[in-house]
């Protein structure tokens, strides 16, 4: 009778009984099996017998007749279990802590852990800890999870190392292979310190976009933990498209304004004037100094959201205000902006709380009729936290793997773009189609009246059918109820 193999239990947490006549393809697929099992199951053996034909083991306990007898019949040949007296039902009390089983090695766990990670490589070494505890009821420790995972990651895509060793070497090729391409690399000695690229696919296609880029900073796991900093813009269909990244030692405000420094040429390379560019962010560690020096410090506008979380700490700010400050900045009228901002103050004990959100956050920054630059309706960074997620896998990876990962991904999103905009039917993308057909439906309802050069008069009927008119005044570009 042929057997499940060991790696098997560890997924189903399916942890059958020894019986006699079970056979192993090997002798050592049968030691690896009783490891396991006697883990899972809590206690321990020792070895009266170990040869490379006889594998002979009793219980630890000396007072429990347990006894386990496995045979091959050669060397390379499957291994069978020739004998086994079952435990007493009072042996003792399993061993309940990993630490206080001599058989749960690193090894053991790596062996165990191996399928896990083929699965998701990004499963954590406290994921893996949560993992045991479910799924063979014995808690492992956290330094073991954490060898035996480094040792599957190192087998799986080589050393940390290597994907530092030749950097050098890695930008000069990508010079020659990828002309356009913006790479550089920051070294002091033989140390790295920081590197920057921008494929030229990303620093083309971001000539034909909207002038608005979105910053954002996430943490790089691993031996050498380093930081991700990205800028990343949205196509003419609101999808996510990132412009340019960096690896750096640390987040803060040199390695910000490094990275503002070679984004500049990126614009220079995509022929967009650096004072046409609108910044957004979540206000990262050293970004508004950085932002502010590099590019200009009216054109930087947050992220509501991180606002609103760091008001809801600061000043205790609930979640109905943080809704109603998100509806203010959305909302182009200064009118309505001030309304929602009322009710704010109207929600709060506190009655100086509006004067304290703008000193905690400038309404130049988030607020959209405040905000002098074009920030084309986007009050969040959500695109840069998909960003993010997307690169969770490869934020495990050293410098080389991680850019070929990010390479991969511009090759399939661009082909696949690429073969949607052949395939469109129709003079815009199909998002702004969408947006035209919508604004045509409603735009039906309304009237409209030439009453000065460029000043028209726009009628629409409202739901108890009489007509309200507004002033529509192109040259102020604004709109006037009257």
């Known amino acids: 009778m042929r057997t499940t193999p060991p790696t098997q239990y560890t997924i189903t947490g399916d942890v059958r009984p020894f019986q006699v006549g ?11 099996t009783v490891q396991f099992v ?34 091959a019949t050669h060397v390379n040949g499957p291994a069978e279990i020739v004998s086994l007296t079952p435990h007493h039902p ?18 053991w766990v790596e062996l165990m852990v191996r399928k896990k990670l083929q699965e998701k490589i990004e499963t954590t070494a406290t994921d893996l800890m949560k993992w045991f505890a479910g ?8 330094s073991k999870c954490v060898s035996a995972r480094a040792r599957v990651v190192e087998e799986s895509k080589g050393a940390p190392e290597a994907g530092y060793t030749h950097l050098h070497t890695y930008c000069r090729v ?68 990132p412009v340019a990244y960096a690896v750096v030692d640390a987040e803060n405000k040199k390695n910000w304004e490094w990275f503002l420094v070679l984004l500049k040429c990126v614009c220079d390379a995509a022929h967009v004037p650096h004072d046409m560019i609108t910044i957004m962010s979540d206000r990262d560690k050293g970004l508004i100094p950085a932002v502010s020096k590099e590019f200009d410090d009216d054109r930087h506008a947050y992220c509501v959201r991180q606002v609103s979380d760091n008001l809801l ?58 905000f002098p630059s074009p920030r ?50 129709g003079d815009h993308p199909e998002v702004v189609e969408d947006i035209l057909t919508i604004t045509l439906q409603l735009a039906r309802k309304y009237s409209i009246r030439k009453v000065a050069r460029d000043v028209y008069e726009v009628y629409l009927n409202d739901s108890q059918g009489r007509w309200q008119p507004l002033r529509a005044e192109f040259e102020e570009r604004k709109v006037v109820c009257n």
Not at 179 to 204: D, K, Q, R, T, Y
């Open 313 to 370: 700490k600061s000043l205790r700010v609930n979640k109905e205000q943080a809704k109603m400050l998100l509806e203010a900045a959305r909302n182009t009228s200064e009118i309505v902006f001030d309304y929602y901002m009322q009710r704010v103050a109207d929600f709060s004990k506190d009655k100086n709380i509006v004067e304290k959100i703008f000193e905690k956050a400038d309404k130049r920054h988030w607020g959209q009729p405040h």
């Open 38 to 71: 006697t883990v899972a199951k809590g206690f321990q053996y020792k070895r009266r017998r170990l040869h490379r034909t006889r594998f002979h083991v009793i219980c630890d306990n000396p007072d429990c007749p347990w006894e386990l007898e496995g045979r």
């Open 174 to 241: 990508v010079h020659e292979t990828n002309p356009g391409s913006i790479i550089e690399l920051e070294c002091n000695g033989n140390v790295f310190v920081n590197i920057f690229f921008a494929f030229n696919a990303s620093v083309n296609g971001f000539a034909h976009f909207r002038s608005l880029l979105v910053l954002d900073g996430a943490h790089i796991r691993g031996k050498y933990e380093c930081c991700l900093l990205g800028a990343i813009a949205r196509d003419a269909n609101a999808q996510c498209f």
């Open 135 to 142: 799924t063979i009821k014995n808690p492992f420790s956290y």
């Open 376 to 425: 084309y309706e986007k009050v969040t960074s959500q695109v840069a936290e998909s960003m993010n997620n997307r690169f969770l896998k490869a934020r495990g990876m050293s410098p080389i793997p991680l850019i070929e990962e990010y390479r991969g991904w511009l090759q399939r999103w661009h082909t696949k773009r690429r073969d949607a905009a052949d395939a469109q039917v």
């Open 90 to 107: 009072s042996c003792r009390a399993p061993v309940r802590e990993a630490a206080g089983n001599e058989h749960a090695k690193v090894k």
């Open 22 to 32: 079970c056979s192993y393809e090997s002798m050592d697929a049968l030691r690896e």
